[in-house]
Structures are given as C-alpha cells and as structure tokens.
C-alpha cells in the first residue's frame, strides 16, 4: 500500500505505474473517495464535538424549556451522526478496496514492458553442456531411476500433481538442507512456517485482492494455503514495532507452497516445471526505510541465489524484470533462470524483489528511528531454492551417458557420501 498523501501529490506517476504495471487502477476516483472521506470525517468530527459541547452544558441548565430544546438538538445530532458514520463506513470500504489496488512505483532503470521478452539480460555464468550423447529430458531421467510417478499423482490430486519418489525426495531433502545451512552461514534465521495463514496475511503481503484466483481456500476456517514462506514471514511481525538495533533481519523460511495456476490451462504440463504443490526456501529482510540500503541488500540476497547455483554447478542468467514482470509491491525485481537442456532454454527458478514500505504500510510494520519516529520498514525477498523445479536443471544438466546422475559436490554429505544416481 502506498501513502495517500504521495498519491495526492503525484496522480500521473500513480496512473503511470499503473499502465506500465499492467494493472488497472482508477487513481482518479479513489482522490475522489480520498476527498469525500475527509469531508465526512471533518463533519462528524464537528458534530461530536457539539455533541460532547451540549452534553455538558445541558445539566447546568435551569430553565426547562431551553434544556428540552438543547436535548432535542442532542437527538438531532445523534441522528445525524448515524448516518454520517453508516456514509462514512460504505465511503472508506470502497476507498480501501480501491487503495489495496494501487501498486507501487517501479524503481529508476525498470525498463517498460509488458511480458519476458522485455526484460533485459544482465550476465550469464556457466557454460552450457556440449553433452557429445541424446540427452533425456528429467521426466525419463526420473522413470530410468523410478524417482516420479504423475500418473498416481494425477490419480491422487488430479492434474499437475506428482509423488517423488526414491533418489528424488533424497536429493530434494538434500538440496533444501544444503540451502537452509549455506544462508544460516550468512546471517539468516532458519524459520520453518505455518501454511495456513488468515485473510489479513496475504492481504498485508499483497497477495490479495488481486491473487484470489491463485489461492487455495479452506472456506470453513477462513484460511488459505500459503504460495509463498514470505507470506508468514512478513506477517511474523504484524502489527509491531521493530527494533532499529536488530535492522536488518534476516530470515531463511522453509515451507511448502500451493498456487493453483489459474489461467495456465494447457501450459507446461509435461514434468515438474509448473505444479501445484513444491517447497522452497525464501529469503526475507526486513530493513530502515532507506533505498541505498534495500539496494544493497538486493544485491546481496540475490548474490546468495546465485552463490547456490554456482556450487551446484548449474549455468544460469539473470535478467532485470520490465515493468510488465513485477508485482503490484515490487519496486524492482530480478529474474534468475537456470540452463534447462530439454527445454534448450534458461528457464525462471528464482526471482529477487525489493518493494519498499509496500508490505509493511499494509501489516503496519514499523520502527522507531535514532530520532523518535515511528517510520515503515522496507522489505525484500528472494527465492534461494523451488523444487522439485530446480530438480529439472540439476537432474538434466548431470546426466551421464549411462543414464546415471552425478550428484553435485556440496550436495553429497547430505547424501550419504554417494556421487551417483
């Protein structure tokens, strides 16, 4: 959510990062629901205090005519401020539906666009395989192995659905752990999270209103399946105020993850590259509200993903998003994409957000600065590993003529020690 006194003061950049965002916002109508909200606020905030004015008056006064005349006043006010305050409430659920549509302004040097093919590459890293053999592509790595089974997935929990089975849920357990470890060396607390989270939890991270559709519901709780740990993470300090001795926090959250994949019908079906359910590990910073400082934390969240893929020994690219790309929160965002030999493609496995007081404006995250204020915190987050997706890349790119897999070297002593598959 963005501060409505910036809004007042710079509509065209609102109505701008709007278009450039891909996300249809009436700027124009929420100032006018800004103004008449404020209009009513001041009246009902004139005729309480009338009110409160006439309340003491009208015991001191002695002549009953005059006192039922000030009593009838009273009753006219009460009534008066009942159907301003039933305006009001109609007034402002409207404004703040509108406000929870606004998305933040994207950071100088976001290049404007409206898809992938507008983002713009920053660097590659690694060389790409020349295999010298017919490669397979994971899925037939998986079934020489008997490491996956879709069909019984499909059976189970309908389309997109899988069991990993065997060496598969070993290297996955494998990579995760490696992860967890490599970030707690850095600096982040481990956090394993709840899935199921209130309403308010993915509206105060931006997830809703406008990813109802991506969300997995349990209508009788209230409660909806996470898709992300950064949903738990950031509404870990929901409502509070933040130390500025302990900025910038760090946490490494763990969890499995649920997106239904609306309006992806057809799309990927083939493998593990788009399912319903994978687990992730999910760097969250919390930060001062200072843009050099979020930048560098950026840059060093995204230098931890990175650092992965390098000793997984995985080629990769990594591409600044267009404005197109990013969410309705981010202010900028990096798009990590691993060598997929099958797909003859980088394809996306991580991404890299900074989104300002964005979130915390939402969850009313706050710190006290050197100076007394109370001011919103920035945050940040970044995927440092999705599987079984980064499962596609490692099972592929170590693939030997023998259809054997050579396990990656960081990953063997979460492995027994083996260097095969």
Same mark, same amino acid.
């Given at each position: 959510?963005?501060?409505?006194?910036?809004?007042?003061?710079?509509?065209?950049?609102?109505?701008?990062?709007?278009?450039?965002?891909?996300?249809?916002?009436?700027?124009?109508?929420?100032?006018?629901?800004?103004?008449?909200?404020?209009?009513?606020?001041?009246?009902?905030?004139?005729?309480?205090?009338?009110?409160?004015?006439?309340?003491?008056?009208?015991?001191?006064?002695?002549?009953?005519?005059?006192?039922?005349?000030?009593?009838?006043?009273?009753?006219?006010?009460?009534?008066?401020?009942?159907?301003?305050?039933?305006?009001?409430?109609?007034?402002?659920?409207?404004?703040?539906?509108?406000?929870?549509?606004?998305?933040?302004?994207?950071?100088?040097?976001?290049?404007?666009?409206?898809?992938?093919?507008?983002?713009?590459?920053?660097?590659?890293? $690694?060389?790409? !395989?020349?295999?010298? %053999?017919?490669?397979?592509?994971? #899925?037939?790595? &998986? +079934? =020489?192995? *008997?490491?996956?089974?879709?069909?019984?997935?499909?059976?189970?929990?309908?389309?997109?659905?899988?069991?990993?089975?065997?060496?598969?849920?070993?290297?996955?357990?494998?990579?995760?752990?490696?992860?967890?470890?490599?970030?707690?060396?850095?600096?982040?607390?481990?956090?394993?999270?709840?899935?199921?989270?209130?309403?308010?939890?993915?509206?105060?991270?931006?997830?809703?209103?406008?990813?109802?559709?991506?969300?997995?519901?349990?209508?009788?709780?209230?409660?909806?399946?996470?898709?992300?740990?950064?949903?738990?993470?950031?509404?870990?300090?929901?409502?509070?105020?933040?130390?500025?001795?302990?900025?910038?926090?760090?946490?490494?959250?763990?969890?499995?993850?649920?997106?239904?994949?609306?309006?992806?019908?057809?799309?990927?079906?083939? $493998?593990?590259? !788009?399912?319903?359910? %994978?687990?992730?590990?999910?760097? #969250?910073?919390? &930060? +001062? =509200?200072? *843009?050099?400082?979020?930048?560098?934390?950026?840059?060093?969240?995204?230098?931890?993903?990175?650092?992965?893929?390098?000793?997984?020994?995985?080629?990769?690219?990594?591409?600044?998003?267009?404005?197109?790309?990013?969410?309705?929160?981010?202010?900028?965002?990096?798009?990590?994409?691993?060598?997929?030999?099958?797909?003859?493609?980088?394809?996306?496995?991580?991404?890299?957000?900074?989104?300002?007081?964005?979130?915390?404006?939402?969850?009313?995250?706050?710190?006290?600065?050197?100076?007394?204020?109370?001011?919103?915190?920035?945050?940040?987050?970044?995927?440092?590993?999705?599987?079984?997706?980064?499962?596609?890349?490692?099972?592929?790119?170590?693939?030997?003529?023998?259809?054997?897999?050579?396990?990656?070297?960081?990953?063997?002593?979460?492995?027994?020690?083996?260097?095969?598959?």
């Amino acid at each position: 959510m963005l501060d409505i006194n910036f809004i007042r003061e710079n509509p065209e950049i609102i109505k701008k990062a709007s278009q450039d965002k891909n996300m249809p916002v009436d700027v124009d109508s929420l100032l006018r629901l800004d103004f008449n909200l404020r209009e009513l606020i001041k009246e009902t905030d004139s005729i309480r205090a009338e009110r409160n004015n006439l309340s003491k008056i009208i015991p001191a006064e002695k002549d009953p005519a005059e006192k039922e005349k000030l009593a009838g006043r009273v009753k006219e006010l009460k009534n008066r401020l009942a159907e301003l305050e039933s305006l009001m409430r109609a007034v402002k659920e409207e404004f703040d539906n509108l406000m929870l549509r606004v998305p933040s302004v994207p950071s100088p040097g976001v290049p404007v666009g409206k898809g992938e093919e507008d983002n713009i590459e920053i660097k590659r890293v $690694g060389e790409i !395989r020349d295999f010298g %053999f017919e490669i397979l592509d994971h #899925v037939a790595l &998986c +079934e =020489a192995h *008997d490491m996956l089974d879709t069909q019984r997935g499909a059976k189970v929990a309908g389309s997109r659905s899988y069991f990993l089975k065997n060496n598969a849920v070993l290297l996955e357990l494998a990579i995760n752990r490696f992860v967890i470890d490599f970030l707690n060396s850095r600096g982040f607390t481990p956090m394993s999270v709840p899935h199921l989270v209130k309403e308010n939890a993915m509206k105060g991270t931006g997830y809703f209103p406008i990813g109802y559709d991506q969300a997995y519901k349990i209508p009788e709780d209230g409660l909806y399946l996470i898709g992300t740990s950064e949903v738990s993470l950031v509404s870990y300090h929901q409502d509070e105020i933040l130390n500025l001795a302990d900025l910038p926090i760090k946490y490494a959250g763990i969890s499995s993850c649920y997106r239904r994949e609306a309006g992806t019908y057809g799309k990927d079906t083939r $493998g593990l590259y !788009r399912v319903h359910q %994978f687990n992730k590990v999910e760097q #969250v910073i919390f &930060c +001062e =509200a200072d *843009d050099a400082k979020a930048e560098e934390l950026h840059y060093e969240i995204l230098g931890n993903a990175e650092a992965i893929l390098q000793a997984l020994n995985l080629p990769y690219r990594v591409c600044l998003a267009c404005t197109g790309e990013i969410g309705i929160g981010q202010t900028r965002k990096h798009e990590v994409e691993t060598w997929m030999p099958s797909r003859g493609a980088y394809c996306e496995t991580h991404s890299c957000s900074t989104l300002g007081d964005f979130q915390a404006r939402r969850s009313n995250i706050r710190y006290r600065t050197s100076d007394g204020l109370l001011k919103f915190a920035f945050t940040l987050n970044n995927t440092a590993i999705a599987s079984p997706r980064i499962l596609i890349p490692l099972l592929e790119n170590c693939q030997n003529p023998d259809k054997t897999i050579t396990i990656p070297e960081v990953l063997r002593p979460y492995m027994n020690g083996r260097e095969k598959i």
